[in-house]
């Protein structure tokens, strides 16, 4: 069964830095891409990042280019958003999802952690 | 930028059928997953590839894609899939979510 879980929420002020992390379990963590999807407080899904199986092509969404980095270590079967220069439009609930191939930049998002809160 | 076009509310007698569209230009052209999220949980994809159900989603979920419009069929709606509902599909490289629909049965 895969799971993943997420850390690293919590309350930050603005122009502060937060680094998240999800770990993942029940599948060849290697051999998929890794995204973080976002939803803020009443609103709908907002795609963040993506990372490929291997994490050598990462992208982003244009509201976080240049502020986020997206991370993973195959040996720990962890994906990482450090998240830095925060505004008070980034906070939500921030969910890693399991993408359907190595490939970062295609696909559907099969399976879902049950997110963590970040407060700017 | 592509967008996603999504009615905000959906409602469904129990045991009919109910419909829930997401509009884009030429749409039919691209892949269109589908995911549910029911109140304080995480989303659960429900429809990927326009029309195909990952295991342990019920046959009553059904999609399609054509045209400018994708589209999620729920038939013999049950008080259980009331949630919202968003469409999602790949676009310039990028992750593009529709808006959500809440679904009411």
């Known amino acids: 069964e895969v799971q993943l879980l997420e850390s690293g929420g919590g309350s930050v002020q603005p122009g502060g830095s937060l680094t998240l992390s999800c770990v993942a379990s029940?599948?060849?963590?290697?051999?998929?891409?890794m995204t973080w999807v976002r939803q803020a407080p009443g609103k709908g899904l907002e795609w963040v990042s993506g990372i490929s199986g291997s994490g050598g092509s990462a992208h982003y969404a244009d509201p976080v280019q240049g502020r986020f980095i997206i991370s993973r270590d195959n040996s720990k079967d962890t994906v990482y958003l450090q998240m830095n220069s925060l505004r008070p439009e980034d906070m939500a609930i921030y969910y890693c999802a399991k993408g359907s191939s190595s490939v970062s930049r295609f696909g559907w998002f099969d399976s879902w952690g049950q997110g963590t809160l970040v407060t700017v | 930028s592509y967008d996603l076009s999504q009615p905000l509310s959906v409602s469904s007698a129990l045991g009919q059928t109910a419909t829930i569209t997401c509009g884009g230009d030429?749409?039919?052209?691209?892949?269109v997953h589908w995911y549910q999220q029911r109140p304080g949980q995480a989303p659960v994809m429900v429809i990927y590839?326009?029309?195909k159900r990952p295991s342990g989603i019920p046959e009553r979920f059904s999609g399609s894609n054509s045209g400018n419009t994708a589209t999620l069929t729920i038939s013999r709606a049950q008080a259980g899939d009331e949630g919202d509902y968003y469409c999602q599909v790949w676009d310039s490289n990028t992750v593009i979510f529709g808006g959500g629909t809440k679904l009411t049965v």
């Open positions: 029940g599948f060849t963590f290697g051999s998929y891409a």
């Open positions: 590839r326009d029309a």
């Open positions: 030429n749409i039919g052209t691209k892949n």
